[in-house]
């Protein structure tokens, strides 16, 4: 049985998708051929003719929101504890995976962030885990309930929490045990494709389990799950209740970056005294926790080189030359230099 976003739009034709903005974000990754996009089902057959689907529409369309008006997302920070004084908030009408980078973004604007230091290296820690939010923003996206009508995904920053909210319960038969097990059910199989091939999930059912991990290894409590109404919502809690975790070989690769500025994984590995595939195991384990960044020209590149966690997101907008309009990411992001492997969580 198809999932609501594999379903045909019968009303419109591929032209309502914008393939130049697709192709851009997938530049990385693969080229859009007319195959792929079918594999995607990004577009389906009707009648003998290619049409968008639900969730290439909500994905790429050029006017998602004559159909589908709620499918943006809101952000706000408020003052203190309660949704009584808002200090700052925009509206996110992005295609869905620019979007979920300028949500991160706008929520990476309002946290706090420490320096920790540790015997002659200074550690930047941020308030609540990137990677943590990024499950967050993303499995809300991936899962929300397009169906619904009269209320857009929310993400709210308050003084020692961060929620996000999306329409729709969970699928009938999963329960809030089952997600933290591990067990998955996807709502929209479109997005999640679509979100998979850009490397921003990776297994399914994985998502809440490294949001989980990154909060222990910072000290901070789970995330709450809960149902209210006819959406979901995970909360993040900044109150540390423990000591955050970095184990002693970690430290020595965090270390050596400190040292070195940035370094290959042959020669990190060299410093540290491990294989270089240990070491990497290590690195992308560092990355997915917000510790480390990648600098690459793109995901194959041989000269991949790693440093300690600075700005910068995974996609910039192709639509801001059009628009020019700007998303909050860092210089280096901007010129194509860093690939945002600190908030390269994946679901």
């Not at 974000?25 to 639900?54: C, M, N, S």
């Not at 004084?85 to 620019?98: A, N, T, Y």
């Not at 910072?218 to 149902?227: D, Q, V, Y």
């Not at 809690?237 to 975790?245: L, S």
Request: charged share 25%.
């Amino acid at each position: 049985m198809d999932s609501f976003d594999e379903q045909a739009v019968p009303d419109l034709n591929s032209e309502a998708l914008d393939f130049r903005v697709a192709s851009e974000l997938f530049a990385p990754y693969k080229d859009l051929t007319p195959v792929a996009w079918k594999t995607l089902r990004v577009t389906t057959e009707h009648q003998g003719r290619q049409v968008p689907t639900i969730g290439g529409l909500l994905l790429f369309g050029k006017d998602r929101f004559a159909q589908f008006p709620d499918a943006w997302i809101q952000v706000g920070r408020f003052s203190g504890l309660k949704k009584v004084r808002l200090i700052d908030s925009s509206e996110v009408r992005s295609h869905l995976p620019v979007a979920a980078e300028e949500v991160i973004a706008f929520a990476r604007k309002h946290l706090t962030v420490e320096s920790v230091i540790e015997g002659a290296r200074r550690q930047e820690r941020w308030s609540i885990p990137l990677v943590a939010i990024r499950e967050a923003v993303v499995n809300a996206i991936v899962h929300a309930d397009y169906a619904q009508h009269g209320s857009p995904i929310r993400l709210a920053v308050f003084d020692d929490r961060i929620e996000v909210e999306s329409p729709g319960l969970l699928p009938f038969g999963l329960t809030i045990e089952d997600i933290q097990n591990g067990v998955s059910k996807l709502r929209n199989r479109v997005i999640g494709l679509v979100f998979h091939e850009l490397h921003l999930i990776e297994h399914r059912g994985s998502g809440i389990q490294r949001m989980n991990a990154a909060c222990q290894e910072a000290g901070l409590p789970n995330p709450k799950l809960e149902e209210i109404g006819a959406h979901f919502r995970v909360t993040i809690y900044n109150q540390r209740v423990a000591p955050a975790r970095v184990d002693p070989l970690d430290e020595k690769i965090l270390a050596v970056l400190s040292a070195h500025g940035s370094a290959g994984t042959a020669a990190i590995a060299r410093l540290v005294g491990l294989s270089a595939r240990a070491t990497l195991t290590r690195l992308i384990a560092l990355r997915s926790r917000g510790l480390v960044v990648e600098i690459a020209t793109g995901p194959h590149d041989p000269k991949r080189r790693y440093a300690l966690a600075t700005t910068g997101h995974r996609f910039t907008n192709p639509m801001s030359k059009r628009s020019k309009r700007k998303i909050s990411l860092s210089t280096a992001a901007r010129n194509g230099k860093i690939r945002a492997a600190a908030l390269n969580g994946k679901r």
